[in-house]
């Protein structure tokens, strides 16, 4: 089974006054739907929009692995267990808040930024929180507290990529179109698959981004 949501779709949040627009592919704070909870591990999808000194003050997270990829401009994140750290794109942060840590996320730079932000369910609770940040990600990144991989597809037009066979996969947009059984996907929209065949992901109208979560479910 495949599952399009497209980019207008997405509940709107954040605080546009203060600079802040934000996009929730599932259910988040106020925004809830009984039937859009969470989809394998993954329980939030939220494309950020920061105005350049806005961000979001120190708060606090537990028992959520949480990864970051910008998409454009620069993010500034600075947490309790001494990480202070610069995120661009093509970098790929991961933040394992563990039994609990707090962090600040600011856009500090001369540019707006733009990033997506994903939080995964661990599989055991409790435990230190650790920080990661690659620079340059080749392309798939493995997250075992949460049992999936993150794999990152850059795609000229034309060009395609096979993908993984699993119970779940989550398809997420970053720039350019793509075509995906049928369907094709602009940025911003994303597709999730349950028990699907072979699924293979092309590049149509222009090159392509696209974040691709590979799960053996919840």
């Known amino acids: 089974m495949i599952r399009i949501q497209r ?3 997405r509940y709107p949040g954040g605080d546009p006054e203060a600079g802040v627009e934000t996009r929730h592919a599932l259910s988040f704070g106020p925004y809830y739907d009984p039937d859009n909870l969470r989809f394998g591990p993954l329980l939030a999808v939220n494309e950020e929009r920061l105005a350049t000194g806005a961000g979001f003050d120190e708060h606090p997270h537990s028992h959520t692995e949480i990864v970051t990829w910008v998409v454009e401009g620069e993010l500034t994140h600075r947490d ?3 990480h202070e750290t ?3 794109p093509g970098d790929l942060q991961h933040l394992s808040s563990a039994a609990g840590v707090r962090h600040v996320e600011r856009n500090a730079g001369d540019a707006p930024l733009t990033f997506v932000q994903m ?3 661990p599989r055991e609770t409790g435990g230190e929180p650790s920080y990661t940040l690659l620079r340059g990600l080749p392309g798939r990144y493995e997250l ?3 049992g999936a991989v993150l794999h990152v597809h850059r795609l000229e ?3 395609e990529a096979e993908l993984p066979p699993a119970p779940t996969l989550y398809v997420h947009v970053v720039r350019g179109t793509v075509a995906l059984a049928g369907e094709e996907l602009g940025a911003g929209d994303a597709a999730r698959a349950t028990d699907a065949p072979r699924l293979t992901l092309r590049a149509t109208t222009a090159a392509a981004e696209a974040l691709v979560w590979e799960s053996r479910g919840a």
Do not use: I, M, Y
Request: no cysteine.
């Open 7 to 9: 980019a207008g779709d």
């Open 80 to 82: 309790t267990t001494g």
């Open 86 to 88: 610069v995120v661009r």
């Open 119 to 121: 939080w995964l369910a």
């Open 144 to 146: 075992p507290a949460a």
């Open 157 to 159: 037009p034309g060009e």
